[in-house]
Structures are given as structure tokens and as C-alpha cells.
């Protein structure tokens, strides 16, 4: 059974461009959250799909969006880069239920901006 | 904003040594989990404890949360070299949407 996968696992990119990363939940998993962690921080909630919606949202800029496919993979978009935008992007998913329980997580995606 | 604090920021012990973590929280909770990382890689749920237990143990681990202190501890006994990575404590503040605590850097030394 395969676990939450990422994708790229590294990318460098420079000021102002723009970048997608990709997330496959794990199987039979509906709801996909992602998150940034920065060096030395702890992981910070972006925004969190469900039924191909987004259903919640931290406080991060509109230059972050997200999708949700049928198939419940996810993508996360990040416009007009900046430097400090460098980070870690952690992917989770889980069943959708009222209290939140264990969330599993893929390897993350190493964003490096220039 | 982060929730939870955990401390110390890091600790480093000798290889069969137990290892304390504390985490410290603001908000009422349902329930409080543990994630372990190694270095620069995804986070692995080890544990979750809910806001009407007071002690959970699985394996190695043992967690602890003091509702009334909002406080919670994770102790890992007989460290070895494998337990060497960051642990943070996690509290819902919606579905799913997890609040991280800046973590502790644990070294087990051989």
C-alpha cells in the first residue's frame, strides 16, 4: 500500500516564477492538507482539500492556491516567488471525520528560491 | 501562530538514556498527538492522546497531558541512535488542520 507520495522531491527556482508541486494521498484517504515548514520551524497549515474544495485556510497570501482532483491528488501552486518562500512542503492526508486523528505524511517537496 | 511549545528546543543524551520532551499549549484541546522527523523529511505519527486520558503508552513511548496545566511530555526510554530526529506536538484548532509546536532536536550519542 503506498503512502502519501510528493512530487519533485527538490526544485530551485528564482524570484517572481512560479511553481507546482504534487501530492498523491494515500489509498482510500479523501482529504489532502498541505503545509510549509522553514528550516529550524515547525510545519505551518497552508489550506486543506476535501471534495475537490477548499475547506479550510491559514494565513498564507492568495499567491497560494491549491486543486483537488477526482482521484483526490492534490497540487499546490505558489506565484511570484519570493526568497522567503524557500522551505519545505509537506503533504498529509486523512479521512475526512470530526476529529482530527493521525495524519500521514509524504517526504516533501525542497523548494529553493534563488 | 504556533500552539504549542515544546522544550527544550533541543537535548542530546547518551545511547539507553531516556529522553523527556514537554510541550506546553494555550487553547482548550480534544486531543494532542506526537510526530517524529528526520532530518528534512516527512513527518511519522507516533502517538495521540486525548483530552480525557492522562497517560498513553506505545512501545518505547510514554505520553502524558495535564489538561488543567495544558502541558503534555513525552518520555522515550532506552533511547538508541535511531531516535535521533526532531519531535513536535501537534493540537487540532479545526478538521484535520493540525498546529505544530516549533519541536525538539533530540541527539542520541552511541
Known amino acids: 500500500d503506498a503512502g502519501v507520495t510528493q512530487s519533485p522531491t527538490h526544485l530551485i527556482k528564482t524570484r517572481g516564477q512560479q511553481v507546482t508541486l504534487r501530492c498523491s494521498p494515500k489509498?482510500?484517504?479523501?482529504?489532502v492538507s498541505w503545509y510549509q515548514q522553514a528550516l529550524g520551524q515547525g510545519p505551518q497549515f497552508i489550506f486543506q482539500y476535501y471534495e475537490e474544495e477548499e475547506r479550510q485556510r491559514g494565513n498564507f497570501p492568495d499567491r497560494f492556491s491549491g486543486h483537488q482532483f477526482p482521484n483526490y491528488s492534490s497540487e499546490l501552486n505558489v506565484n511570484a516567488l519570493l526568497l522567503g518562500d524557500s522551505a519545505l512542503y509537506l503533504c498529509a492526508s486523512s479521512f475526512d471525520r470530526a476529529e482530527a486523528g493521525e495524519l500521514f505524511f509524504g517526504e516533501g517537496s525542497r523548494l529553493t528560491v534563488l | 501562530s504556533q500552539q504549542g511549545e515544546e522544550d527544550p528546543q533541543a537535548l542530546s543524551i547518551q545511547e539507553g538514556e531516556n529522553a523527556t520532551m514537554n510541550c506546553s499549549y494555550k487553547t482548550s484541546i480534544n486531543n494532542l498527538q506526537w510526530y517524529r522527523q528526520n532530518s528534512g523529511r516527512g513527518l511519522v505519527h507516533l502517538i495521540l492522546?486525548?483530552?480525557?486520558?492522562r497517560e498513553k503508552h506505545s512501545g518505547r513511548l510514554r505520553v502524558t497531558l495535564d489538561t488543567s496545566k495544558k502541558s503534555s511530555s513525552l518520555l522515550i526510554t532506552a533511547s538508541r541512535a535511531a531516535d535521533t530526529a526532531s519531535y513536535f506536538c501537534a493540537t487540532e484548532a479545526g478538521a484535520q488542520k493540525l498546529v505544530f509546536g516549533q519541536g525538539t532536536r533530540l541527539t542520541i550519542n552511541p
Open positions: 492522546i486525548r483530552s480525557n486520558e
Open positions: 489509498s482510500g484517504h479523501d482529504t
